[in-house]
């Protein structure tokens, strides 16, 4: 729930931001932004959890855990 959260707020906080600088800052627009930046988590965090349920491994982590472990 916490990494839906993670993605859906700030999603939502750019979908609402582009519509209002559009200047269409009607209730349809932030209700179409919330269910987009709805959806579009959901489908990243099925995704994680099924990366994370086959044990897929993650090319930018292992990078990442590498040169952590090279800091002088």
């Known amino acids: 729930m916490k990494r839906y959260l993670q993605a859906a707020v700030p ?4 979908l609402a931001a582009v519509e209002w600088i ?3 800052t009607t209730r349809e627009d932030y209700l179409s ?3 987009w930046a709805l ?9 994680a959890w099924r990366r994370y ?9 292992d990078d990442l855990a590498a ?6």
């Open 39 to 47: 959806a579009a988590a959901g489908i990243f965090t099925y995704a």
């Open 22 to 24: 559009k200047g269409s």
């Open 11 to 14: 999603l939502f906080a750019i």
């Open 67 to 72: 040169a952590k472990s090279r800091k002088p």
């Open 33 to 35: 932004a919330a269910v």
């Open 53 to 61: 349920r086959n044990a897929k491994a993650c090319g930018m982590c």
